[in-house]
């Protein structure tokens, strides 16, 4: 399916089934509850009968939400969305239909990329075409404009147009900082051209290291770089941060008890079992562990109810900016995963995770062995 213009959660497939909407107000909103239903629903094992019953629901609220009370961008992204939606029910007409809605005067820039991203897959070449131009000739965020050069450079195969916006954007920034946060999500884009060697981006992230070394950017490159080589026994790449609570959380602090770094999301299935893992670590090591949770979700507000849900009672760091959390770029984690810190800071256990008992008694006997070092 393809990524659309807002933070993508658990609706983008076949077998995320949604609720009644409702009085929602927002988009995101109505994304949040419908990514909780979903993944409620799956705990039950539904029927394939259940979910296209579901999904077809789904559907005709998602089109009275756009009807009734979608309003601002909402009323594009919706679009969006409803075409995914009809493509994951296989009917390429009404898809088609929902996308041929979005009004290219009034869209975003970002929304008629995608919807032209979406737009090749149901053959709409002129449409497509009208899209990518239209965005081109719109002014926005400079966020907007690095995503839609990816987007343009990828998923479009329209390389010379995304490289483009990526010159001109670096031909416009105002000072290192800014050239170095373009030079970032060029290099960074450079991971999904197929046309280029496998190690294109991480000479782009070299290049930046080098260049900028003073920037946010070029630090957080030379980190990511050390990240892709890191084994057993190297220092662990610090950071700081500050946590859901307000306090500020520094590895560097940590010097002298084991820290257990989970990077998790909220969708994911084991997340449940993550949580209860961990405080039992908490409880049983008391103060020679310092347990950390660093969620990549790219909702604040979704974070916040997790936390309280699952009643997570250690550090959580995340505020809604996803995989680019600083913690999650400079160790270059963008999926759930698990690593264990020594009281000396050397990096003692990587990618390990708690989806089987197996699992999360290699992590117990790991993070005992670590705080005993």
């Known amino acids: 399916m393809i990524r659309i213009a807002f933070p993508a959660t658990a609706w ?20 949040r509850r419908f990514g909780d239903e979903a993944r409620r629903l799956e705990t039950t094992s539904p029927t394939p009968e259940q979910r296209t019953e579901l ?18 961008d909402d009323r ?16 390429r007409a009404a898809a088609a239909t929902a996308l041929r809605s979005i009004e290219a005067p009034q869209a975003p820039p970002m929304v008629l990329v995608t919807a032209a991203a979406m737009a090749q897959h149901l053959n709409l070449k002129d449409q497509r075409k009208e899209w990518i131009e239209a965005a081109l000739a719109k002014e926005a965020p400079l966020p907007d404009r690095l995503a839609m050069a990816r987007m343009l450079m990828t998923v479009l195969q329209e390389v010379k147009q995304g490289e483009a916006v990526f010159d001109a954007a670096l031909k416009a920034a105002a000072d290192d900082e800014e050239r170095a946060f373009v030079r970032w999500h ?14 294109a981006a991480f000479d782009e992230l070299e290049k930046l290291k080098n260049d900028l070394p003073k920037t946010y950017w070029g630090d957080v490159a030379k980190d990511r770089l050390r990240a892709t080589q890191l084994r057993l026994g190297d220092d662990a790449i610090p950071f700081k941060a500050k946590t859901r609570s307000g306090t500020e959380f520094s590895l560097a602090d940590c010097t002298g008890k084991t820290v257990v770094l989970a990077f998790w999301s909220i969708a994911d299935r084991d997340a449940p079992t993550l949580v209860t893992t961990l405080q039992q670590l908490q409880r049983q090591f008391a103060s020679r562990v310092v347990v950390v949770g660093i969620c990549l979700d790219p909702d604040d507000a979704a974070i916040g109810k997790a936390v309280t849900d699952l009643g997570i009672d250690f550090a959580v760091i995340g505020s809604g900016k996803g995989i680019q959390t600083d913690a999650a770029l400079r160790w270059f984690v963008e999926g759930s995963t698990i690593h264990v810190i020594d009281p000396q800071g050397k990096v003692r256990g990587l990618g390990l995770h708690v989806g089987t008992a197996d699992a999360r008694a290699e992590l117990l006997d790991l993070v005992e062995r670590a705080s005993k070092s």
């Open 186 to 199: 060029r290099a960074d884009a450079l991971r999904d051209r197929e046309d280029l060697p496998d190690n």
């Open 55 to 72: 999904l077809g629901r789904q559907v005709a609220e998602l089109q009275q939400f756009l009807t009734k009370e979608a309003s601002g």
């Open 12 to 31: 983008l497939c076949v077998s995320c089934l949604l609720p009644c909407l409702q009085a929602q107000t927002t988009l995101r909103s109505v994304q």
């Open 76 to 91: 594009w992204n919706g679009r969006l969305m409803l075409a995914d939606l009809q493509l994951a029910r296989g009917d």
